[in-house]
């Protein structure tokens, strides 16, 4: 069933069933009602990542003070997404483009890579999660994809499970199209690793291609920006052996 996009959506972090009454933050009173406008009687949809998404009416018990109840199911909730997303952290601008598109394209699980030519950093994971609810928001996602926090790319690798196969962007591999490699991996469950804006060491790129739980593509014939190759990568993945088919 696909999302009611006319609808205003909200993320709220309370369990939802027929009848959940759940107050508004300031800030969702403030948006809801100063910025869009919206009255008693008027119906939002809400959502928690869990319990599917809801249609909710709104009320108010007091001038400040605005209730949300939830009146029926306007869609379940769907398989959760089990595309693993690992990233080496860009610059912020950059950074939130990627979170949110990685929400977008289909992203379950968000891993913070740190690379040896890393060059940007994540100080605040809260940053990447409130971004993470709002691309959810907009974008009619009813999963939200956990955010993990930032580690080391060789931790990683020691610890990684060998039924989830690895699919790391080399930009160093001599072919140009992806789909040949993509079409021999037989595993379901799924990472993508994008490297930074520097790109992998050779130290690293020799250590992936060592690991038979990894399998390198290469992006086509041109040089792309970390944030692009990762919404590339994304849409090739998915699109051959991943949710879209």
Known sequence: MRANFRMQRL???????????????????????????FEAGDAVLVFNGQDGEWQAELSFPTKKRLFLTATEQARPQPAPCDL?????????????YLVQKA????????QPVMTQHVQGKISNLERVRANVIEAAEQCGVLGIPDVTEPRKLEDILNGWPNDRRIIFCDEGDAGQNPLPVLAAVKERKLALLIGPEGGFSESERSLLRSLDFVTAIPLGPRILRADTAAVAAMAVIQASIGDWQ
Do not use: C, W
Not at 28 to 37: A, H, K, P, T
Not at 103 to 110: C, D, K, N, P
């Open 11 to 37: 993320f709220i972090n309370v369990p939802l069933a027929k009848g959940t009454v759940y107050e508004a933050s300031r800030e969702q009173f403030n948006y809801l009602v100063n910025v869009l406008r």
């Open 84 to 96: 693993h997303y690992l990233f080496a952290p860009l610059k912020v601008g950059r950074l939130d």
């Open 103 to 110: 929400v977008e394209m289909g992203a379950g699980l968000l």
